[in-house]
């Protein structure tokens, strides 16, 4: 600093603003003393040097930041102050700036317990950072469309919510604060929804995923608590909106664009130039994680691709301004719909929201409804957390050993007792018979229909005399409520024939991947069952699959698969491949982004096709997604490692089901049972036939079944012979 020769504002405005963001990185880093002592010499040199003024409220602003790091708030509010009074007299300053300093000053005064003085400054910054919005009573706030910025105003809106929470619990006016709060964040649910409709990188989706959960999470915390105290269901259908936007987002919004893409007659030369820059997109993205030497290459790529796809978002826009209507309504989800869905079903939805301290569980037959926390403890996390490891991850030779079996039942059970009990006791009296569960974070880990619902008084070990939950109850999942009631409306499709592959056990080249012998089981029964095409062991190649999935309406793929909870790159179905096979064997979920897929129903019947990377806020990014995100309507996947035997008879009778005309959901459900009681020792734990899960649409699927032709002409032959015979009869005697 000392070293600067002042020339003037234009050529002294970049080193200041090179220390300020110095100041950033160390305050970021913990090294708050250095910042300090940073931020006095760029005081030092700015003295008397009014010409770089417009540079001292950033500086003024961190110091604060830094002197509140340091436990001294009172300080801290003098230079947050100083900052706010040099914006004000910067010319330059904007109203955002502004904004900011007020939002950071009233955040001081939140911390040090001063809540009205912190409700004066919140209010302050909305004012600031709005248009025509001038009201100074926190119980007003601007509308959409006054705000300037939606990041800084989601920012300031959730600390008055939190303002407003804590005034709540000290005065007598608690509702109305309580109202006042959430009021906040239902804009700030606004403002995410504008900010989210322009963005078009994916990543940059699942960015604010991220970030807007806790402001769903405290949205449904302070509705609970006015449930609680209110005694009624107050703003349930609001409420549902925070859990249900809460998940699986992108795939919903992708889900839509399909519909709208036809409902507005987009041009099908459009809609293939958008989709392949999303794929070129998505290739790029997935290269730059496995290459890093090429990494600023990807990215040019990728920031060509995305102005490309701005310019087509445009074209679309102009061309047909009904496309973006059409979107928002088929992406709008309402409680009441929900709730109508279900009349007459004899079915209950149990959505859930894992929170960072609390689950919260809102759940609905069509005529009641509950809504319910339950805090997150060191037993519940602990409960789930050997449930998952015992199940996702089992040694066999210790599946029946009494500790382990042990710790598995009392585990099972206990989050059953903590989870659901409560809330299905309430649906009793009402002949439910089928549960539909959306589950969230480490609970899309967990298979409910194996949760033991009560321990016997021996304290018996034998695995296939528990009682569990799928005794009582078919139980299918859910990505979200609102795909669930986008399948309900779609039109039952034609009969369908069947696409297997079957990993085998014979020829196997790669030495990474086992024999699947089960496998070869599984499709033989679905072939002398249904029609189609089957592709086994050396065949059974990436390349056949691509060539031939279009044109079947059920898919059912018994090969390797990896799921890879780190990254989302490496979570893949394995198939064979061959010397002459021209793909590498391992299909990636983008590569399914540019398939032309009409199947009805997929079933993945390989290792942990259900798992994959967790993002907070979008969900689950698994093969099944993959499918999902195709518009594959009705799924069944696996939770953990597939056992190849048990898998093998699991699915025979899965199929035999469903060419009995059962529905998904139910046919899983019996396969399940039947093996349950026909299973010996260690092939009774959960570990070894719970890990399919059927996800999405459950109804009967249309199957054209194997030599149905010669059934047809079987059934009519006689009536044919007795025609002839008739006309023969006829025609002698005339």
Not at 411 to 433: D, G, N, R, T
Request: hydrophobic fraction near 40%.
């Amino acid at each position: 600093i000392r070293d600067w020769s002042v020339t003037g504002v234009q050529t002294c405005a970049l080193p200041i603003s090179f220390y300020n963001n110095q100041i950033v990185v160390l305050t970021k880093l913990g090294q708050l003393e250095a910042a300090e002592k940073l931020c006095d010499q760029v005081f030092d040199f700015l003295e008397g040097k009014p010409r770089l003024s417009h540079e001292l409220p950033d500086t003024y602003l961190y110091k604060g930041g830094i002197l509140e790091g340091l436990g001294k708030s009172q300080e801290a509010l003098g230079y947050y102050h100083k900052s706010l009074k040099a914006r004000i007299l910067d010319e330059g300053g904007g109203h955002r700036e502004i904004a900011t300093t007020y939002n950071t000053i009233g955040s001081c005064h939140l911390l040090n317990g001063s809540i009205d003085s912190a409700l004066l400054y919140f209010q302050k910054a909305l004012v600031s950072g709005s248009i025509s919005f001038s009201k100074q009573d926190y119980r007003f706030n601007p509308v959409l469309d006054q705000v300037m910025t939606n990041k800084d105003i989601i920012n300031i809106l959730e600390n008055k919510a939190n303002a407003l929470t804590a005034k709540s619990i000290i005065t007598e006016e608690c509702m109305d604060n309580y109202i006042l709060a959430f009021e906040c964040l239902q804009l700030c649910d606004l403002l995410i929804d504008h900010t989210w409709s322009s963005l078009l990188i994916e990543e940059s989706k699942l960015m604010l995923g991220s970030k807007v959960h806790p402001i769903y999470e405290k949205a449904i915390g302070i509705a609970y608590d006015i449930n609680m105290q209110s005694g009624s269901s107050f703003n349930i259908g609001d409420v549902f909106q925070f859990f249900d936007k809460n998940r699986y987002r992108y795939l919903l919004d992708n889900l839509a664009n399909e519909y709208a893409y036809e409902e507005a007659l987009v041009s099908d030369s459009l809609v293939k130039a958008i989709k392949e820059i999303e794929y070129g997109i998505e290739y790029f993205t997935q290269e730059q994680l496995g290459d890093a030497d090429h990494s600023l290459d990807f990215n040019n790529e990728i920031l060509k691709l995305t102005e490309n796809k701005e310019d087509l978002i445009l074209q679309l826009e102009n061309k047909y301004p009904d496309f973006f209507n059409i979107k928002f309504g088929a992406n709008k989800t309402d409680w009441v719909d929900i709730k109508t869905s279900l009349h007459n079903r004899n079915t209950v939805i149990i959505e859930f929201f894992y929170g960072a301290e609390s689950i919260y569980i809102l759940s609905t037959d069509g005529e009641n409804q509950s809504f319910t926390r339950v805090e997150r403890d060191s037993n519940l996390d602990k409960a789930i957390e050997n449930t998952i490891r015992q199940t996702t991850a089992p040694d066999i030779n210790k599946l029946t050993q009494a500790d382990a079996s042990m710790e598995y039942i009392e585990s099972s059970v206990y989050i059953y007792k903590v989870l659901l009990k409560a809330v299905l006791e309430q649906y009793k009296p009402f002949s439910v018979e089928k549960l539909i569960i959306i589950p969230d974070g480490e609970l899309t880990k967990l298979s409910f229909e194996s949760f033991i619902t009560k321990q016997t008084n021996d304290r018996s070990l034998d695995f296939s005399a528990q009682s569990y939950l799928i005794d009582n109850y078919s139980i299918s999942y859910s990505f979200s409520a609102g795909s669930l009631l986008n399948e309900t409306n779609q039109a039952p499709s034609a009969k369908s024939k069947v696409l297997g592959f079957a990993y085998g056990s014979h020829g196997i080249a790669d030495l990474k991947y086992s024999a699947l012998s089960g496998s070869d089981k599984e499709l033989k029964s679905i072939s002398k069952l249904f029609r189609g095409k089957f592709f086994r062991e050396s065949k059974a190649t990436e390349a056949n699959f691509k060539k031939n999935v279009s044109d079947y309406g059920v898919v059912h793929l018994a090969l390797h698969g990896e799921a890879d909870i780190e990254n989302d790159s490496s979570t893949m179905l394995v198939f064979r491949q061959s010397e002459s096979d021209l793909k590498d064997g391992k299909l990636l979920p983008y590569e399914l982004y540019n398939l032309d897929l009409n199947a009805r129903l997929v079933v993945l019947s390989s290792c942990q096709s259900g798992l994959g990377k967790t993002y907070l806020g979008e969900g689950v990014y698994s093969m099944a997604r993959a499918f999902a995100y195709k518009a594959c309507l009705s799924m069944v996947s696996t939770l953990w490692p597939a056992h190849d035997a048990v898998s093998a008879d699991i699915m025979s009778e899965f199929y035999l089901q469903l060419s009995e005309g059962s529905e998904i959901d139910y046919a899983l459900r019996e396969a399940k049972l039947k093996h349950l009681s026909e299973a010996k020792g260690y092939l009774a734990h959960p570990a070894l036939w719970a890990c399919y899960i059927p996800v999405g649409k459950m109804e009967v699927v249309r199957i054209q079944k194997k030599h149905a032709e010669w059934f047809i002409i079987l059934a009519i032959l006689p009536l044919i012979i007795s025609l002839v015979l008739f006309i023969r009869h006829r025609y002698h005697k005339h």
